[in-house]
DNA sequence: AAGCCTATCTAACGAACGTTAGGTAGGCAA
DNA sequence: TTGCCTACCTAACGTTCGTTAGATAGGCTT
């Protein structure tokens, strides 16, 4: 159990994790100052203090929580199409990381958006659970690789890289208010497995 | 007069925006200061005002130049293809595209990573070179669906965001020092055309 | 030789930054 | 009722920020 319920304690905290999350993927870390995230949630800068040791710590926090968005959208996702068709396991999937991407909470886009230029400090930090999510993308691939459902010449690593960086790219153009999720995810996951060629021309 | 041929005068300039640039690029536009930028241009920081009104007028400049690398690498790669078959022409604009982004200089990735949070003032000023940039793409896929080379159910729009966007997203893996190029060109068009599914098994 | 222009410098400005010290008010526990 | 703890506050710190004013040194023009 990582996730408590709201109670009055953490509310204020989350309070300061939800706004300096939405700061930080509109304007980027550096230009989101701390005053500004607590003028966002009603308070003075100083008493973000009282809840986190340094702005570092706040970005951290953040890029944490956004990774384990992923890794939820991700393992919830593997237990719902369990023995289910390779296709169908990869189409659950990418819905299940654009999910995350845009239906809970900023984390996981702020994640995307500003862990390149995060300091360096951070980014050592965040890593390891990268590295991690990575990890679960690259085994599902290689199981839909031996299982047959992708070309046999089919390159894991730089497949996982390209079909993550592409969904994460749509942060640049999809607005969730008024695209579907569902069109995107099956657009993503048709342009994936298919391409774009008529197969009657070639 | 706009763009003069380079002499003594204009070298103090490039070298300014060449460093702005690479910095913007490694630390996005905020953390990136005058004062560092200066240092690496190894002058003093008061001597940018010379070249630059602002350090915005210097995102400016910077933003526009990467639009400008991208749209000649565009240009040249439609006159090198022209009457050439739809595929080819496809892919000598991906890697056109990736060319602009990984060798002609930091200003065209620059752009990718730091137009989203640049200041607003500054985005607007830029958005119709963009548009028509983004313009170049569309009419060049609906070339390719007019032509039956693409799907006939393929909408450009989306297509156009997903592969521009999948191309760019390229900054945050690829590493032109390692990887080549031409490969990563192929991959993308490759991916981009036939996707990953194994047609052998449905 | 005189004067100007370009490119740089030193020095400094006010504003904003992240952060700390110390105080206060309200709720809970003894 | 007293005392503590949590969650905030006001005030201020030293630093860094983008930027400006004014000086200087070297080269080109006349």
């Known amino acids: 159990m990582t996730i408590a319920e709201p109670t009055v304690e953490t509310a204020g905290r989350d309070r300061i994790l939800d706004e300096a999350a939405s700061l930080f993927l509109k304007q980027g870390y550096e230009a989101a100052s701390v005053r500004r995230i607590a003028e966002a949630v009603g308070m003075q800068a100083a008493s973000i203090y009282h809840h986190f040791n340094s702005k570092e710590d706040l970005l951290e926090v953040i890029l944490h929580r ?109 607005d969730p208010q008024r695209g579907s999720l569902d069109d995107l995810a099956h657009l993503i996951t048709r342009q994936t497995l298919y391409g774009l060629s008529n197969p009657l021309k070639n």
Not at 99 to 112: F, R
């Open 66 to 174: 956004g990774l384990e968005v992923m890794t939820v959208a991700f393992d919830d996702a593997s237990t719902a199409t369990l023995g289910a068709p390779g296709r169908e396991r990869l189409a659950a999937h990418i819905r299940a990381h654009l999910a995350a991407l845009y239906e809970n909470g900023p984390y996981t886009a702020t994640h995307v958006t500003t862990f390149r230029t995060a300091p360096e400090n951070v980014r050592t930090t965040i890593v390891p659970q990268r590295d991690a999510y990575e990890a679960l993308w690259t085994t599902l691939l290689n199981d839909l690789l031996t299982s047959g459902v992708l070309t046999p010449d089919t390159a894991v690593g730089p497949a996982r890289l390209m079909l993550l960086g592409g969904m994460n790219a749509s942060v640049e153009w999809f």
